[in-house]
C-alpha cells in the first residue's frame, strides 16, 4: 500500500470514526432522556407536581433534554479539540511530557537525549519532514511512543523513559520509524480529531460524577442523586464507544506501521527486539498518566491493557511474528531474567545496549555505531536518472538507502552550525545564511536587509554563521534547515510574520529568484505557516485533475524548463509530462516568466486534489524533470519543494533507474 492508497484509506477510517459517533450520540441522547423522565416521575410529589406543570407535554421535555445534552457533547468535543489545535507538543505536554531542547546544555550533555535526538532528526532528513519537537515522559517506566499534530510541520514524537532506558539504538530506531509512518500518512491528524470525540462521549459520565459531589450539598437533592447516578452509568456507555472507535479505526494502522518501519530501516531486529521487550518485561508498554484513556489509541503499544474487543493494538505475539516469523515465545523468559539486574554500560553503543546506557547482565561489549561511507552523498554537480514509478512509491516511505543518506547528511553538518541550529535565537539566523547570494554585492543588499529590520548584531550573526554555510554540500542545505526548525517554532508569531517577509525579500535582492532560493524560501515558508495555524491544514483534499488543468499545465511546464536544456527538449518535458497526468488535455507549452508568482497561485489549488490525482500529478513531474535522461541536485529539490507543497514529502536522494 503506498501513500496515496493509505491517504484513501484515512478518509475512509474518517468516515467509519463519524458513523460510530454518531451512534454514540444517540444511545447516550436516549439513555439521558429515560433517565430524567423516570427522575421527575418517580420522586416526591412536588416535584412531579412541578414537573406536570412545567412540562406536560413529555415532547418538550424530551426535546429539552435531547438539545441540552446534544450542546454539552459538542461543546465539550469542540472544547477539546480547541485545546489542541496548536498542534502536537500541546498533546505532549498535555500528558506530562518533557521538551528535549538540544540548545540546553544539561540536556546537550547527556547521552540518552543526545542519541534519541539523533536517531529522530535522522529519520527526518530521510523522510523529508521538517524535524519534530521531541519529548520524553520522565515517569512511565514502561516501553511507548506517540506522534502528534496536524501535519509534519507542527509535530510532537514522544517516548517513555522506559524506551531509553531498555531499548538499543536499532529498536529505539524501529519504535520512532514506526511513529514517523503515522507522522508521514496523516495517522496524526485523525488521532487527535479522535481525542476530541472521545472526550465528547465521555462528557456526560464526567458531569455525572460532579453532580453526585454538589448533590451532598443539598438538603434536597433526591432527584440530583438519581441523576447524578444515572448519568454515572450513561457514561459507561460513552466510554464502551469510545474504546469500540478507538478499536476500530487504529488496530490495523499499527500492522501498517511495523511494516513500514521494517521497510524503512531495512532490518527487522530493531523493532521486533522493542516488541519483545514489551512482552517480557514487567512493565511492558503500560502508562500511569491519569490522561491514558483518551490518548491510549496514539502509542506504540497498549497503554492499559484492553480486551480483545477494545484492543487499539494487535497483539503482541501476532505484531513479532508478521515481523520475525521464527519468533519463539522462549525468548522473552530470557530477556526478562537477562534484565533483571540491568548493568550500566555507559562507553559502549550498539545493539546490546540501551538508549541510556544500560544493557543487561551478562552482555558483551556491541560494535560501535558504523560512519557513513564517505561517497554516500554525490558530487555537487552529479545528476541521475529517475522514473516516475520508484518517485511515487518513495512518497512517504524512505527506505534503508535514504536513512544512509540521511545519516550522511547529519553527521556531517559541522557542529557549530548544529549548535546554531539549535538556538533559538541563532535558528532564524541560520535559515537567513542560507538565502545569502554568492554574489558579494547582492549579499551587500540582502545584510543591509537583515539590519534594517534586525540590527547590526543579528547582520554579524548572520556573516558569522555564513562563512561556516559555504562549506555545505548542497544537499545539506535544505537538512539544515530542517534541523533549525524546532528552535524556530518557538518564535512568537509577529517574529515569525517579519522573519518571512525579510526571508522572502533577500531571495528577491538582485531583481530574480534562482532555483535553490526559490527552493529554500518555499519550504520554509511552508512549513512556519502551517505551524502558526496547524488545524487550519487538510493535507488530504476532494478536488479533481480536471479542475486544475490551467495550474497542472503552468507547474508541469515550469519542471520541464528548468529540467532541460534548451526550449525544444523543454517542451517534449512538457508533453510527456502533461500525458502522465492528462493524456487527453489539449494544452499549449508556455512556461511563464514570474514562475515564483505563478507557483505560489498554483500549488495551493493543487494541493487540494484527491489522493489519486496528487499521485499522478508527482508522475508528471517526475516525467518532465526527467525527460532529459538525467536529474541534477538543483533540480530534485525542485522537485522535492513542489512534492512538499503538496504534501507528498520526498527523501533526499531520489531513487534511481536501476
Request: with cysteine; glycine share 8%; proline share 5%.
Amino acid at each position: 500500500m503506498n501513500f496515496f492508497e493509505q491517504q484513501n484509506r484515512a478518509r475512509t477510517q474518517t468516515r467509519r470514526m463519524l458513523v460510530l459517533f454518531v451512534l454514540a450520540v444517540v444511545c447516550i441522547v436516549a439513555a439521558v432522556d429515560l433517565v430524567v423522565m423516570v427522575a421527575f416521575g418517580a420522586t416526591g410529589n412536588g416535584h412531579r407536581q412541578a414537573y406536570r406543570a412545567a412540562a406536560s407535554p413529555q415532547t418538550g421535555v424530551l426535546i429539552t433534554t435531547t438539545l441540552i445534552v446534544l450542546a454539552v457533547i459538542g461543546g465539550a468535543m469542540l472544547y477539546k479539540i480547541s485545546t489542541l489545535r496548536a498542534g502536537g507538543g500541546v498533546v505532549a505536554r498535555q500528558l506530562g511530557a518533557t521538551l528535549i531542547d538540544p540548545h540546553d546544555p544539561v540536556i546537550a550533555a547527556n547521552f540518552a537525549y543526545k542519541r534519541l535526538r539523533n536517531v529522530v532528526e535522522e529519520i527526518a532528513i530521510a523522510s523529508g519532514v521538517p524535524v519534530p519537537e521531541i519529548y520524553v515522559l520522565e515517569d512511565e517506566p514502561g516501553i511507548n511512543a506517540f506522534a502528534s499534530g496536524y501535519t509534519p510541520s507542527d509535530a510532537a514524537v514522544t517516548v517513555t523513559r522506559g524506551c531509553l532506558d531498555k531499548l538499543t539504538r536499532d529498536e529505539l530506531q524501529g519504535v520512532i520509524a514506526h511513529e514517523f509512518s503515522h507522522v508521514l500518512n496523516g495517522d496524526m491528524r485523525l488521532n487527535i480529531r479522535l481525542m476530541g470525540v472521545l472526550f465528547g462521549i465521555l462528557v456526560i459520565g464526567i458531569v455525572g460524577s460532579k453532580m453526585l459531589q454538589w448533590s451532598g450539598r443539598s438538603r434536597d437533592s433526591n432527584w440530583q442523586v438519581f441523576i447524578g447516578i444515572g448519568l454515572l452509568v450513561i457514561g459507561s456507555i460513552g466510554l464502551f464507544f469510545g474504546r469500540l472507535i478507538k478499536a476500530g479505526v487504529s488496530r490495523q494502522r499499527e500492522y501498517l506501521a511495523d511494516a513500514s518501519a521494517v521497510q524503512f530501516t531495512r532490518q527487522s531486529q530493531g523493532i521486533a527486539g522493542a516488541l519483545k521487550k514489551i512482552a517480557g518485561l514487567a512493565e511492558g508498554s503500560k502508562l500511569q498518566t491519569p490522561e491514558k484513556e483518551e490518548a491510549a489509541h496514539m502509542f506504540f503499544g497498549d497503554g492499559i491493557g484492553y480486551s480483545a474487543l477494545f484492543a487499539t493494538h494487535p497483539p503482541l505475539h501476532k505484531r513479532i511474528l508478521a515481523i520475525d516469523p521464527r519468533f519463539d515465545p522462549r525468548e522473552l523468559e530470557e530477556i526478562a531474567k537477562a534484565w533483571s539486574t540491568p548493568v550500566e554500560a555507559v562507553d559502549a553503543e550498539g545493539s546490546d545496549v540501551s538508549i541510556s546506557g544500560l544493557a543487561p547482565a551478562g552482555s558483551a561489549r556491541s560494535r560501535d555505531e558504523s560512519a557513513p561511507p564517505a561517497d554516500a552523498l554525490p558530487q555537487a554537480g552529479a545528476a541521475i536518472a529517475l522514473t516516475p514509478k520508484k518517485v511515487v512509491t518513495q512518497v512517504a516511505h524512505p527506505g534503508s538507502d535514504d536513512y544512509r543518506t540521511a545519516n550522511a547528511i547529519h553527521t556531517t553538518i559541522d557542529d557549530a552550525l548544529r549548535a546554531f541550529a539549535y538556538s533559538a535565537e541563532r535558528a532564524p539566523q541560520v535559515v537567513l545564511a542560507l538565502a545569502l547570494d554568492a554574489g558579494a554585492e547582492v549579499r551587500a543588499k540582502q545584510l543591509a536587509l537583515v539590519e534594517k529590520y534586525f540590527g547590526a548584531e543579528t547582520r554579524a550573526g548572520i556573516e558569522e554563521i555564513a562563512a561556516d554555510i559555504a562549506n555545505l554540500h548542497p544537499m545539506q542545505r535544505l537538512p539544515l534547515a530542517q534541523l533549525a526548525f524546532p528552535a524556530l517554532r518557538r518564535r512568537t508569531r509577529g517574529e515569525l510574520q517579519t522573519f518571512l517577509i525579510v526571508l522572502r525579500q533577500l531571495t528577491q535582492a538582485d531583481g530574480r529568484v534562482q532555483l535553490e532560493e526559490y527552493c529554500l524560501a518555499k519550504l520554509v515558508s511552508l512549513q512556519v505557516i502551517e505551524a502558526l495555524d496547524p488545524s487550519k491544514t487538510n493535507p488530504v483534499g476532494t478536488g479533481k485533475l480536471t479542475e486544475c488543468v490551467a495550474e497542472i499545465s503552468s507547474v508541469v511546464a515550469i519542471v520541464a524548463r528548468y529540467g532541460s536544456d534548451d526550449a525544444a527538449e523543454a517542451m517534449r518535458a512538457f508533453k510527456l509530462g502533461m500525458h502522465e497526468v492528462l493524456p487527453d488535455a489539449r494544452t499549449d507549452y508556455a512556461p511563464p516568466e514570474d514562475f515564483v508568482r505563478i507557483l505560489d497561485l498554483a500549488l495551493p489549488k493543487l494541493d487540494r486534489l484527491m489522493p489519486v490525482g496528487k499521485e499522478l500529478l508527482v508522475r508528471g513531474l517526475t516525467r518532465a524533470i526527467g525527460a532529459d535522461g538525467m536529474v541534477s541536485v538543483a533540480e530534485a529539490e525542485l522537485l522535492r519543494t513542489v512534492c512538499a507543497a503538496l504534501h507528498c514529502p520526498l527523501p533526499p536522494q531520489l531513487e534511481q533507474v536501476m
